[in-house]
């Protein structure tokens, strides 16, 4: 029997999730939702029912008494504003509680929604994004802790990044090893089991040649060693493939390390070489916002690419239309704009061949403009001519010392 039979393939089966339908047509709409009664353009009297006396005696207020009427009013105001935040909450607050009721949200306290929106920054839908991703983290744990702890192993491993095909490999292995005992290799009828079992030790602690390892398996049988020695080989099998799940998932922690760190080391030098430029056009100085708006748009990933994979506006912009970008980016190359330093590796931009283009262009629309001006009749015609040639002459030796 060979290596593959003793380690034949495992299927590890995910059942489906099935999300129900819900129901949402009891849903109240934003606008149907009762408003606050306005009290603001009540007269106090009308309000409180207060009637004035001319005969109110008039107390003297010791200097020591306190004066209460700004904190008063202070109060006031804050309790309305809570009460406005309130208002302006509850239809949010509301369809979390269906959600909640509906199975949607596993979790919904309708007291701390309000500090929920707060922490989110005033914003309710994005209180109400905060309580989705609870339920999905939730759910996802629930999903996971429905399987095997081997296979809960594997998902976990998976998510924290070692991967997949390497895990499943150490997990079937282990799986079929705790299937055999040391009973299953005593006795004349599974000397097959004993020798497999002793070829995938040496395979796996050694570097000897197959035919080497069929020469010490056969030595161990002559001997009456195998079972034994097959029994050590099952143990120190087991430990090896322990060791090799705990060492993939080590070395994928210190390479999450080792991507974290080169990934703050970059951002470190691009934020200092970007505020240590201090032109990017020749003589044209770049602003201390230009630096703030630059450094923002190259750490800012704003889009999600074709790939699910969040990138910057240029980097979208290449993912969008590729040909369009590169064209562009060929072009102004090919003209210098793009040219870098030989020796220093930085942004060197020629811009001699940009200067041509938009020279010549200039030149022809003054000639053009020039010749469209003779189709004016009488003896002005000539003097407009003739100052329209000088002018284009001029400025065309104005352009060539530029």
Known sequence: MSKEDLFAGMELGFDDIELGEVDVSNIPKIEDTPKPNNIASQKPEENLNIVPSSDTEQIEVPDNVEDTTTTSSLTKDTTTSKNNTANSNKPFAELSKIFYDEGLFTDF?????????????????????????????????????????PIQNII???????????MLEVKRNQLTLDKISENDLEGDNNLDKRKEVLEEHYKLTTNFSSIKIKKLIDQSINLGEDIEESKEALEEIKTFYKQEERRLKDETVKQEEQRKKIYEERMVELKNNIYS?????????????????????????????????????????????????????HYYTMKGLFK????????????????????TQITRDVKNNAAKSTTFKGGLADTTEENSVNLAKSLEGWLKNK
Request: hydrophobic share 30%; no cysteine.
């Open 109 to 149: 306290d309708e007291e701390n929604f309000d500090k929920l929106v707060e922490d989110e920054g005033g914003n309710p839908v994005a209180a109400m994004a905060t309580l989705m991703k609870n339920t999905l983290d939730k759910t996802h744990q629930e999903w996971i802790e429905s399987y095997p702890e």
């Open 156 to 166: 976990k491993a998976h998510n924290n990044g070692v991967p997949l095909d390497k």
């Open 277 to 329: 430029t201090k032109e990017i056009i020749p003589s044209i100085p770049l602003t201390k916002k230009e630096q703030d708006d630059l450094h923002k748009s190259m750490t800012s990933y704003n889009h999600v690419n074709s790939q699910g994979r969040p990138v910057t506006d240029v980097d979208y912009l290449f993912d969008k239309n590729p040909i369009e970008m590169r064209k562009a980016l």
């Open 340 to 359: 870098l330093d030989d020796k220093t590796g930085t942004w060197n931009p020629d811009f001699t061949k940009i200067n041509n283009v938009l020279k």
